[in-house]
């Protein structure tokens, strides 16, 4: 599920309409309240498909299960059954707020399994997910993970300091990551991973190394989100190795993305946010048929918009890139109307020999075009018109 490479050098790096699935699956069985002092995997474990739990103000601290997907690691809170809404009622200054207890590395985890023949197997997949209102800090791995899961939504969610990724749709359906906020995780805050048809917008994500991340999906919608203070503000693109490799047909529309200069604190030197340079606003690799559109990227000191080819950026051989299994070139990608200005100033070294640049490509792949685009500076110059 996570995402390695296993390759060093710099990373330049992509997103048209996605649709949103109300998470619902209808039960006649009343709602079950949580209280403080009490177990929200309690209340789990007792409901049928389809029940709503409601979660009082307080701070949670659950004993944890084997996470589904990997039972040698602990879950705080695990839901395996369709249809369950987790929804934390919240009051003025009194939040709902799920902590690691210790040694757990997901704090609340849809799945029915880890197993990705799930992609085509609709007896290993949930159907029907709701995550409301919480806090969620401190998790070794992922605050709020949902795996194989159609029709789901999380919203209104704080995920703090988690140390992997904050919000984690992966090998999802159509979903949605709204109103919902991310920081302090050494990987992505918000990501979308191997999926289809999910809509992630009005979230913020700062103090990350990636702010939000579509990887290897395609009908996905990333809109109206804000990321400052990252290492990356928005990345998008192909990794090799995974059950789904191609990026397509995705959009990145009406977007913030300002002063992402944060260093890079990836600690696994196999992960691929650990090759992204500092001072990144939008970074598109390796997709292809993806609109970056209406966007607004500034005072990102090595990128303001990118688009390149993986295995040049990573200054692999012909034969290793071959050996990737993916189709690195990025095609038929369109970047228009965005705002990119006051990027470039002091470029991060691993992006040598690209220089700095309010718009850059690294001249791969075909049929990509510019227009429309308010910038001060652009690599090459000038960029292939639309």
Same mark, same amino acid.
């Given at each position: 599920m996570r995402k390695k490479l296993l390759f060093a050098g710099s990373v330049i790096?992509?997103?048209?309409?996605?649709?949103?699935?109300? @998470?619902?699956?209808?039960?006649?069985?009343?709602?079950?309240?949580?209280?403080?002092? +009490?177990?929200? +995997?309690?209340?789990v474990d007792k409901a049928s498909p389809g029940t709503t739990i409601l979660i009082k103000p307080g701070t949670y601290h659950e004993a944890g299960s084997p996470?589904?997907?990997? @039972?040698?690691?602990?879950?705080?809170?695990?839901?395996?059954?369709?249809? *369950?809404?987790?929804v934390g009622q919240p009051k003025p200054g009194r939040?709902?707020?799920?902590?690691?207890?210790?040694?757990?590395?997901?704090?609340?985890?849809?799945?029915?399994?880890?197993?990705?023949?799930?992609?085509?197997?609709?007896? +290993?997949? *949930?159907?029907g997910a709701l995550v409301k209102g919480f806090t969620v800090n401190g998790f070794e791995g992922e605050g709020v993970f949902l795996f194989c899961v159609d029709g789901w939504q999380v919203t209104g969610v704080s995920a703090n300091g988690n140390g992997e990724y904050g919000i984690f749709p992966s090998h999802v359906?159509?979903?949605?990551?709204?109103?919902?906020?991310?920081?302090?995780?050494?990987?992505?805050?918000?990501?979308?991973?191997?999926?289809?048809?999910?809509?992630?917008?009005?979230?913020?994500?700062?103090?990350?190394?990636?702010?939000f991340e579509i990887e290897n999906s395609t009908g996905v919608r990333?809109?109206?989100?804000?990321?400052?203070?990252?290492?990356?503000? *928005?990345?998008?693109?192909?990794?090799?190795?995974?059950?789904?490799?191609?990026?397509?047909?995705?959009? *990145?529309?009406?977007?913030?993305?300002?002063?992402?200069?944060?260093?890079?604190?990836?600690?696994?030197p196999e992960d691929?946010?650990?090759?992204?340079?500092?001072?990144?606003?939008?970074?598109?690799?390796?997709?292809?048929?993806?609109t970056v559109d209406h966007n607004s990227a500034t005072w990102n000191n090595s990128i303001g918009i990118g688009l390149g080819n993986l295995c040049l950026q990573l200054r692999l051989t012909p034969e290793q890139c071959a050996g990737l299994g993916i189709e690195p070139n990025p095609d038929g990608n369109t970047v228009e109307f965005n705002?990119?200005?006051?990027?470039?100033? +002091?470029p991060d070294p691993i992006l040598s020999p690209l220089p700095g640049s309010d718009l850059l490509w690294d001249t791969t792949g075909t049929g990509n075009c510019w227009a429309g685009n308010r910038f001060d500076t652009q690599f090459p110059d000038p960029l292939p018109a639309c």
């Open positions: 790096v992509s997103a048209v309409a996605a649709t949103i699935a109300t @998470p619902i699956v209808a039960s006649a069985a009343p709602p079950i309240v949580v209280h403080d002092g +009490q177990s929200i +995997q309690a209340a996470c589904p997907t990997q @039972p040698g690691v602990t879950c705080a809170v695990v839901v395996t059954k369709d249809g *369950i809404s987790l939040p709902v707020v799920l902590e690691n207890a210790g040694g757990q590395d997901m704090g609340i985890a849809f799945a029915r399994s880890g197993d990705p023949s799930c992609l085509d197997d609709a007896a +290993q997949r *949930i159907q359906g159509a979903g949605r990551v709204d109103h919902s906020e991310a920081s302090g995780s050494n990987d992505t805050g918000i990501y979308i991973g191997q999926s289809h048809d999910v809509r992630v917008d009005h979230n913020t994500s700062t103090a990350n190394v990636s702010g990333l809109d109206h989100n804000r990321a400052e203070g990252n290492t990356g503000g *928005i990345l998008s693109f192909v990794l090799p190795f995974l059950d789904v490799n191609t990026n397509t047909n995705n959009r *990145i529309d009406h977007n913030v993305a300002t002063f992402n200069n944060k260093p890079n604190t990836c600690e696994d691929a946010v650990c090759n992204v340079p500092a001072g990144t606003g939008i970074l598109v690799v390796s997709a292809d048929s993806n705002t990119a200005r006051a990027n470039g100033l +002091q």
